[in-house]
């Protein structure tokens, strides 16, 4: 029986069924480096427990919530992270692009996301130094808000064949809270991996990206798990463009917000895609971090991608 209460798991506003659900597995940093590589060439992630403190952990939720506190859209600027249902984001003189770009560098969220502990990880991984995409993708998730199925290759596969993603989890995020959910062996679903890495995704056009089919149809269609876990602060999911993945439904019953960020790593001797590189980044489509989903007022309906 996976460690997580499967009655609590949703996407979309869809129960996932109990028999399709598993347990992410579990690696830590004191695995050898031979060790981490081989498990991530059989299951194209790696979920490392603990990675970052709690200290450290909760010096980027006041960071950030305090932030979003002075907009109104979260009750008091510690760490609680509780939505208000209101917001004057809207109203920052400095347009919303620029407020959450300035959020995004955050020096105690940057020293985590594009700190030391994660270039020696990713370091690990590659066999080689590793350099991180500047540009961040941080998603405070609201309750009733969840991603879509997806795989990353469409919007960072330029550049390097070896980019992954790393998820950090900046708080504790049971599966009622919508934790990133991953669909097993999905790196071998042939015919959706080609048709994902057929699309280069630009500005001018907006291809499908998402699997927008049911979920739980597609891992009973595929015979496999969709594989999930109740995260804890600090924890750390490295996974590849090729992955398929997306988010249970955040369904607090407080109202917490879930934080989390997504960081592309790749080998420094590899070219890096200059629309994520710099103090301002032009981003996916060219509009910069305005384009992002976090920019947005988090009382507007929106999905994260």
Same mark, same amino acid.
């Given at each position: 029986?996976?460690?997580? #209460?499967?009655?609590?798991c949703f996407m979309q506003g869809r129960p996932l069924a109990p028999d399709?659900? #598993?347990d992410l597995t579990e690696s830590c940093l004191d695995h050898s480096t031979t060790e981490l590589q081989k498990r991530f060439a059989e299951e194209q992630y790696l979920y490392l427990k603990n990675v970052f403190? !709690?200290?450290q952990i909760d010096k980027v939720r006041t960071e950030v919530f305090s932030r979003l506190y002075s907009v109104g859209e979260i009750s008091s600027p510690g760490t609680d992270g509780i939505f208000t249902g209101k917001s004057n984001r809207a109203d920052v003189p400095e347009g919303l692009g620029e407020f959450w770009r300035s959020i995004s560098l955050g020096p105690a969220l940057r020293a985590l996301s594009h700190g030391e502990q994660m270039a020696e990880l990713t370091g690990r991984l590659f066999g080689e130094p590793a350099v991180a995409h500047d540009y961040i993708f941080l !998603?405070?998730?609201v309750p009733g808000r969840s991603? *879509?199925? *997806?795989? #990353?290759h469409p919007f960072f596969a330029r550049g390097s064949d070896k980019i992954v993603t790393a998820w950090t989890a900046y708080g504790d995020i049971p599966v009622e809270q919508g934790p990133l959910l991953v669909v097993d062996q999905s790196f071998g679903f042939t015919d959706l991996v080609e048709a994902s890495q057929s699309v280069d995704y630009e500005s001018n056009e907006t291809p499908l990206v998402q699997i927008m089919q049911d979920p739980g149809k597609l891992a009973? #269609? !595929?015979g496999v798990k969709l594989k999930t876990a109740n995260f804890s602060a600090g924890d750390v999911i490295l996974f590849s463009m090729t992955l398929l993945h997306g988010s249970l439904d955040n369904r607090s019953r407080s109202g917490r917000v879930r934080l989390s960020s997504d960081v592309r790593w790749q080998p420094a001797r590899d070219p890096v895609d200059p629309r994520y590189t710099g103090d301002n980044p032009a981003g996916t489509t060219g509009a910069g971090y305005s384009e992002l989903n976090g920019a947005k007022p988090l009382t507007v309906d929106w999905h994260q991608r």
């Open positions: 029986m996976p460690n997580f #209460d499967q009655a609590l399709l659900l #598993d403190s !709690r200290e !998603r405070p998730a991603t *879509h199925l *997806h795989y #990353d009973r #269609d !595929r």
